[in-house]
């Protein structure tokens, strides 16, 4: 209303094409060169090592100060029934090849022999850049923007450090910086990289392309092309994620993420919702209920002030 009544100091930037990632799971192997790119691009500081007890991941999650994470998902020793989920296959295959003395029960060198047969998966992770984020629906002082290219983007020097947008992501992506400006801060899928006609950081990093950059709508047809390839080649458990306008639909057929992944299992193994919930979706009911319950503390109120 005010911009309408006196204007706006800067007119709009043009709107460009969608820009987004791709990140293929199957290509990653771990090497967290996107993690390390991201941080010295945006200059952000390194995070302290810690022994977790739980997984060689020494950066443990994305946080306000890691915007890229790689993680770690280990399966070694875990048996479901006494078999390693989709993998029990080659277990059994090991298995036999071993009984025919074919490979070594030891493989040699420095090889670890319980590498062999149990699976480790790894997936960089980062901000999905919603189509309909729902961060920015929760953000009220309108700090969080969509970017001409139609990513997510937060303006530190507006954001209050509310929390709002922490809350609302389901995919726990955002997050405010406790010990700096006490402000929100996620990827910006390198916005001023991206202005200049430069890909971002982390996938310019990816020594094995399992980070694409590019149109979103050409990323997704890729995506497809990548997941027929993996059920040719026998990989059956490769599935997509976000590539469907289903996910986070906000009721208008706006839904979808920027930011898809190839997985080689089930989504809540590489900690990921399969059914991510948008907050904005419970205002209503929430807000009836709570209309409900007053009117009836209402009634019983006069009821008893009227008996007295």
Known sequence: MIGALVGNKT?????????????????????????????????????????????????????ATTWRHVQFIEHIGRRENGLNGLHSDIDAQIAQARSEGLIPFNPPGTALPFFSSDRWLMQSDVCKHCANAPCQEACPTGAIIRTEFDTVYVQQDICNGCGYCVVACPFGVIERHSEGDRTAHKCTLCYDRMKDGIEPACAKACPTD??????????????????????????????????????????????????????????????LPANPARPSNNVVPASLWTILAAMILGVFGFIFFRGD
């Open 210 to 271: 399992s980070i694409q950059f590019g149109e979103v709508e050409a990323l997704k047809a890729h995506a497809r092309e990548r997941l027929g390839v993996l059920h040719a080649r026998g990989v059956k458990e490769a599935r997509l994620y976000g590539i469907d306008d289903d996910i986070l639909d906000g009721g208008l057929n706006d839904g979808g993420l920027n930011s898809s992944f190839l997985l080689l299992d089930e989504p809540e193994v590489y900690n």
């Open 11 to 63: 007119p709009p930037l043009p709107r460009q094409a969608a820009m987004g990632f791709f990140t293929d799971t199957s290509l990653c192997i771990g090497c967290k060169a996107c993690e390390v790119a991201c941080k010295q691009w945006n200059q952000l500081p390194a995070n302290e090592a810690v022994w977790t007890g739980s997984s060689y991941d020494n950066t443990g999650q994305l946080s």
